[in-house]
T-cell receptor
Framework: AQKVTQAQTEISVVEKEDVTLDCVYE???????LFWYKQPPSGELVFLIR??????QNEISGRYSWNFQKSTSSFNFTITASQVVDSAVYFC?????????????FGGGTRVLVKP | GAVVSQHPSWVICKSGTSVKIECRSL??????MFWYRQFPKQSLMLMAT?????????EQGVEKDKFLINHASLTLSTLTVTSAHPEDSSFYIC????????????FGPGTRLTVL
């Protein structure tokens, strides 16, 4: 069965510091999809990125960047020059192509606190 | 695009009453909607998968008679918590997926249920 592990439960940084969130996954499927979502204090999950298992290119979007490494089954997320508005819980999630329901399996989440 | 709404955003009810939560995809048709439950400082737990026009598929351990799900149209799914008890108090979040397969799930803002 699939599994997503986010080993860091909470990270505290000072504004402008970089912060990297780790995500390690387990799956027996060769085709799968990885996601990152942000959950600010308001509670709504905001979609950040989706990456399929065949695309190992790293991606950058503004201050966000993602490092996908199939060799280590990791899909890490870095926030560069963090801001107070980045304070939230970040979830990594996995969906398998062979899963008929295409359900998302979530990691436990990493709470990021950015202090001014 | 890809906006999902939920109503109500919060509700307080007495033990033994039923509560209905609506999930709507505002700018796309959702073939599949998902219902999650989230306890404080925990990850999301999938309760059920709802496909338009068919019966919902419940995850193991979720009482289908307790949590009634109806997906009557491509833009609306409802979750009814029947005979609510204090242990049903939680944050309920829905998501909607536009297409089939592993299209991205977009989440609603959540509904906080408190049962007195």
């Amino acid at each position: 069965a699939q599994k997503v592990t986010q080993a860091q439960t909470e990270i505290s940084v000072v504004e402008k510091e970089d912060v990297t969130l780790d995500c390690v996954y387990e799956t027996r499927d060769t085709t799968y999809y990885l996601f990152w979502y942000k959950q600010p204090p308001s509670g709504e999950l905001v979609f950040l990125i989706r990456r399929n298992s065949f695309d190992e290119q790293n991606e950058i979007s503004g201050r966000y960047s993602w490092n996908f490494q199939k060799s280590t089954s990791s899909f890490n997320f870095t926030i560069t020059a963090s801001q107070v508005v980045d304070s939230a819980v970040y979830f990594c999630a996995l969906s398998e192509a062979l899963d008929a329901g295409n359900k998302l399996t979530f990691g436990g989440g990493t709470r990021v606190l950015v202090k001014p | 695009g890809a906006v999902v709404s939920q109503h109500p955003s919060w509700v307080i009810c007495k033990s033994g009453t039923s509560v209905k939560i609506e999930c709507r995809s505002l700018d796309f048709q959702a073939t599949t909607m998902f219902w999650y439950r989230q306890f404080p400082k925990q990850s999301l737990m999938l309760m059920a998968t709802s496909n338009e026009g068919s019966k919902a598929t419940y995850e193991q351990g979720v009482e289908k008679d307790k949590f009634l799900i109806n997906h009557a149209s491509l833009t609306l799914s409802t979750l009814t918590v029947t005979s609510a008890h204090p242990e049903d108090s939680s944050f309920y979040i829905c998501s909607a997926r536009q297409g089939t397969g592993t299209d991205t799930q977009y989440f609603g803002p959540g509904t906080r249920l408190t049962v007195l």
